[in-house]
């Protein structure tokens, strides 16, 4: 059956298509049941002919032999019809996709799209782009194309409806293009175009994300002046902003606000309370709100359940953050890598390192390709217990399993040969690392390393490479220098760098102290 099917795929690609249809025929006649793909081949020839009609005919044959039309077939059909202008029999075959349980992908509404758009209906076009956008990603081609087509409304007179500027604005805030998005939203409150929910989540969402928290808050407040009932999306976006920007009492305050607007708030907005909290600090009222979610008979999700099993083991309570991975399992939801990379960083901390060996051979086993954050993590944990043999093992298997290490990595990995006292290993890892392409960020540990060899030379050196850098010293580094010049009674040495300190406002006499 492969090798016909091949047969009759390079017949119609040779321009035979008709000597194809009539092979094909021949064989159905003798009891031959065809493969989709050898009947898709014809459908397709036959719609880019024009004859859509027996095309539609051919579909019914198959049936009854029972290989029945997919997505494939369908888009065939939808384009045949679009090139006719048919293009309610078009739709009708989107419906008819539907009802049989046949889903449709990006090259259905693709060819919809372009349907329209060629017939001169570009409002209908842009309705299909927003069905478009709520299934898929959209992407730079999809976007300056809908761009293009939005000029050409204005060109020609064509008012832009609500589906218009709500398709576009959710397509740039979801590519992240989120200026183009702002600008059209500015463009839409010179019309008499209300936006609606969509565009206002899509607006404060991307506001939030780049941090613009007053400027979102005031497009809140206009949805609301205009008599649109907030969601609980807008408002996670809110709440989620303003933890992400440190403010928790705004925070707060914006979650309080969504329960006396009557927002239906669902375990994203929880999530975003509770992962906000957990990452500031407040574990303790992070678990009220867990309290509040249960009263509801609100499930954790796996994003809540990541969140509060990081905090135990940033309190160093092991014990309830793997009491909480149990919960986790016990309510049918399984660990990912970034829950079981939650669990490798605490026990690594915490010098659990034998037992966070078998949870990253456990991340291994159940995700050949883990990612670069477990083995980062693991990384600096056998670094800083003085396992570097085995990290450089570590070292190597990320290297072939594709994932490139990046600055994090090195800096662990020199940051223990310094602690060794491996000064010749730590240069040679540093120019290696600079080869690489990745900026070094291990400057104390370098100076630590050489200034505790007694190599204030070389000391001096890296530090000076960091003022070429434009990376500012801190205490710990004038301290160490200071430590090593007085050993040496380079009291000449220390008087220049304690005169520097003064100059940036860092006072000496701290350093003084911390010398001892």
Request: some cysteine; charged content about 25%.
């Given at each position: 059956m492969k090798a016909l099917d091949h047969f009759l795929h390079r017949l119609i690609k040779s321009n035979c298509g008709d000597l194809a249809i009539k092979v094909l025929f021949c064989l159905i006649g003798r009891g031959f049941r065809p493969?989709?793909?050898?009947c898709n081949a014809v459908v397709s020839h036959l719609c880019k002919l024009g004859h859509v009609a027996y095309s539609e005919q051919f579909v019914k044959l198959m049936m009854r032999l029972r290989c029945y039309p997919d997505v494939f077939t369908y888009n065939s059909l939808i384009d045949g019809n679009c090139r006719l202008g048919k293009l309610k029999c078009a739709c009708s075959l989107l419906r008819r996709m539907r009802t049989v349980g046949c889903s449709f992908d990006r090259v259905t509404l693709n060819t919809l799209i372009n349907g329209y758009c060629k017939n001169g209906l570009l409002r209908e076009a842009f309705a299909f782009l927003g069905l478009m956008w709520k299934c898929y990603r959209p992407n730079v081609i999809t976007l300056d194309d809908a761009y293009d087509v939005f000029d050409v409304m204005t060109m020609e007179g064509i008012s832009p409806n609500l589906v218009t500027f709500t398709c576009l604005i959710d397509g740039y805030c979801k590519d992240d293009r989120f200026d183009a998005a702002f600008d059209l939203f500015e463009d839409m409150s010179k019309t008499s175009v209300i936006p609606n929910i969509v565009v206002y989540s899509a607006v404060v969402d991307g506001l939030c994300k780049k941090g613009l928290l007053e400027r979102a808050a005031d497009v809140f407040e206009k949805m609301l002046a205009n008599g649109v009932q907030p969601n609980t999306f807008i408002l996670t976006s809110l709440v989620d902003g303003f933890f992400k920007k440190d403010k928790v009492d705004a925070g707060l305050k914006w979650f309080d606000r969504g329960i006396k607007e009557g927002i239906e708030l669902d375990v994203a907005a929880y999530g975003a309370v509770v992962c906000g909290l957990c990452a500031h600090g407040k574990l303790e009222k992070a678990l009220e709100f867990i309290g509040e979610m249960k009263k509801r008979r609100m499930r954790s999700d796996r994003i809540i359940f990541t969140a509060l099993i990081d905090a135990?083991?940033?309190?160093?309570?092991l014990k309830f953050a793997f009491d909480v991975q149990e919960d986790m399992v016990a309510s049918g939801i399984e660990p990912d890598i970034v829950t079981l990379s939650a669990l490798i960083d605490g026990l690594c901390k915490h010098g659990q390192l034998d037992e966070a060996r078998q949870w990253f051979h456990k991340v291994k086993s159940l995700y050949p390709s883990a990612n670069k954050i477990s083995y980062t993590i693991f990384m600096d944990g056998?670094?800083?217990e003085g396992h570097l043999k085995e990290a450089?093992?570590?070292?190597?298997?990320?290297v072939e399993n594709g994932i490139v290490p990046d600055k994090f990595v090195y800096t662990s990995w020199i940051a223990g040969?310094?602690?060794?006292?491996?000064?010749?290993e730590a240069f040679k890892l540093k120019n290696t690392m600079t080869q690489q392409g990745c900026e070094p960020d291990l400057f104390t540990s370098l100076?630590?390393?050489?200034?505790k060899k007694g190599l204030m030379v070389e000391a001096k050196q890296v530090f000076d490479d960091m003022l070429h850098r434009g990376i500012k010293p801190d205490r710990v580094v004038y301290t160490v220098l200071i430590e090593g010049y007085?050993?040496?009674?380079?009291f000449a040495a220390v008087s220049i760098l304690q005169e520097e300190m003064r100059n940036i406002k860092m006072l000496p006499g701290a350093v003084k102290d911390a010398c001892g």
């Open positions: 493969h989709i793909s050898s135990y083991m940033k309190q160093g309570n056998l670094c800083k450089e093992l570590i070292f190597k298997e990320m040969l310094c602690r060794q006292g491996n000064v010749v100076v630590w390393c050489l200034a007085l050993k040496q009674e380079d």
